[in-house]
Structure formats: structure tokens, C-alpha cells
């Protein structure tokens, strides 16, 4: 087994009011920031052989990044959202019968995975079609990798037997609070009663890890003997939306899996990071230069 994190899932356009097209899926985001601090990702997805997919991996070679992953559909488009921000919040239409959601098993694309990884991440969303999940079922079974699943649960795409294998195969999770609610069915009041669902949720699926985003309020990190760690900092007020935050979160958690952080590192940096994401438009910096300053401070 190497090294190499491997990455499952959507890839796509994201297409905000102005009709301005910006690159998107939330495990395209991780695998791109994965890419840009050195961790060369492989990245599992499908586009369309359209204007939309070329774009998508003219993009992946520009950044380095490996495009042996990414298959091409003849038959199906590369997908795209309509994002609306409302009271600083993005709301996504996600088109349906679109490229990721026929991502194939190919053996050789298997045996590549299985191979050269390490950690595997996946979310919820592109197991939305038989074909996807089957994939990834097929990888996760295949394979010695640890997991690490961000649920990102997006309506009308939410599925209860999804969620809940996801959540007996992860070696991690990662989830923000009005999910962690939804998945306990409990309302999370308070820092004990978040904490407590925390556990409930670790126990039930005997997770090594549950990191759980509050926002403003900062995150968690509850362990699986029950230990509990959380990191705050002062409110970012160069807010050019929240989209792709919670994407940036997660792929510091995978750095902090191949690096061995401690978990009170990973969660300031995982914060961090994530609030930076913030201060640009979009899931992802314009500029590589963007990255900069976070590698040389956590090396």
C-alpha cells in the first residue's frame, strides 16, 4: 500500500447567479487542495466529453494534478449546480443524470487505488446512483485503506441506507452540526448536548474519529475512547462566502492523517485553513500563491 490519499466522487461546475462558471463537487475541492500542498491525490470521477469536462481537465493538468481517475462519458454530461447565496449561505440545484453519477469499476482503476493509497475519502452525495455507489462499495471492500467520510448531505439527495453504511465503513467522519442532528435525530442546544450526541454517534458506529464544524462556533474532535478536544477562534470578517469550506476542512484532515498531527494541530489548522477559504469567492483560490504561506508555516 502507498502513500497516496485517494479521492471518490463528483466533479463539476458550479454556476453562480451572475452565470459566472466556477469548478466544483465537494471531493474535487479536497482532492485539489490535497494537490495543491504536495499530497498527489487520486482522484476517482467522470466528466463529459463537453465543453464543461475539457475545462475540468485542462484545469487537473495546469494544477499537476493526476487525471488517470477521471473517466470521460460519451453518454452523459459533466454535471453542473445553480448556487444562490442567501443570508451569506449557498443553496445548490444539483443536476441529475450527469457524468459522476456513472463513475465504473475498472479493475485496473481498482487495482490502482488499492495499490497506491492510504486513506480513501468519499461523501454521500455521489452514491445518489446505483452505478457510483456500487463503485465505491466495490473499492471499500477491496481495499486496506482507512476511510474518511465528509457526508455533505444535500436535498433532496439524502438517503437513509446511504448514510448509515457510509458511517459503518468510515475510519472517520466528518460532519458540521445540523448534520451530526440530523443523523442522531437530536437538536444540539448546547456543547453538552453536542458532545453527547458526538459519542452516541462514535459508540454506534465504532468510528475512530468524529470532527464535527460549528461555523463561528469552531469544531470538534471527539475520539473513541471519548475523548474530546475543541478549537475557537475570533469571527473572519472577510466573508466572501462560505461555499467550499467545509471541503478545505476535510482535506486538512487528510494532511493531518499523512503528516501524524496531533489532534489539537490539526484542529486550529483545519479551522483556519477553512476560515481563509472564506475570504474567496468560490471553493477554491484563483491563485496557487493562495497556499503559500500555509506550507511554509506548518512545515
Not at 62 to 69: A, E, F, L, Q, T
Request: proline share 4%.
Amino acid at each position: 500500500m502507498g502513500n497516496r490519499p485517494v479521492v471518490f466522487g463528483e466533479i463539476l461546475m458550479d454556476v453562480f447567479p451572475d452565470g459566472q462558471a466556477i469548478p466544483g463537487g465537494a471531493p474535487f475541492n479536497v482532492a485539489c487542495h490535497l494537490a495543491a500542498f504536495g499530497a498527489d491525490p487520486l482522484f476517482i470521477s467522470a466528466v463529459g466529453n463537453d465543453d464543461h469536462g475539457r475545462q475540468l481537465l485542462q484545469l487537473m493538468e495546469s494544477n499537476r494534478m493526476d487525471i488517470s481517475g477521471i473517466q470521460i462519458s460519451d453518454t452523459h454530461p459533466t454535471g453542473t449546480v445553480a448556487v444562490a447565496i442567501r443570508n451569506n449561505e449557498p443553496e445548490y440545484t444539483i443536476q441529475t443524470e450527469v457524468a459522476w453519477d456513472f463513475i465504473e469499476p475498472s479493475h485496473q482503476l481498482l487495482e490502482q487505488a488499492t495499490s497506491s493509497g492510504n486513506i480513501l475519502v468519499f461523501g454521500t452525495l455521489a452514491q445518489r446512483s446505483v452505478v457510483s455507489r456500487n463503485s465505491l462499495q466495490r473499492l471499500l471492500a477491496d481495499s486496506s485503506m482507512l476511510s474518511l467520510v465528509d457526508l455533505n448531505l444535500r436535498q433532496p439527495f439524502i438517503a437513509e441506507e446511504v448514510i448509515k453504511d457510509s458511517l459503518k465503513r468510515a475510519s472517520f467522519v466528518k460532519l458540521n452540526r445540523a448534520e451530526l442532528g440530523r443523523v442522531t435525530g437530536h437538536v444540539s442546544r448546547s456543547e453538552h448536548d453536542l458532545i453527547q450526541d458526538a459519542r452516541e454517534l462514535v459508540n454506534r458506529y465504532r468510528s475512530d474519529a468524529l470532527w464535527v464544524t460549528c461555523g463561528e462556533e469552531g469544531s470538534w474532535y471527539i475520539g473513541k475512547n471519548g475523548d474530546v478536544e475543541h478549537y475557537h477562534e475570533t469571527r473572519n470578517e472577510n466573508i466572501a462566502d462560505t461555499v467550499g469550506a467545509g471541503d478545505a476542512y476535510t482535506a486538512v484532515l487528510v494532511l493531518a492523517y499523512i503528516n501524524g498531527w496531533n489532534t489539537g494541530i490539526t484542529l486550529k489548522r483545519a479551522h483556519r485553513f477553512a476560515a481563509a477559504i472564506c475570504s474567496v469567492r468560490g471553493a477554491l483560490p484563483a491563485d496557487h500563491e493562495f497556499y503559500s504561506p500555509w506550507i511554509r508555516e506548518w512545515k
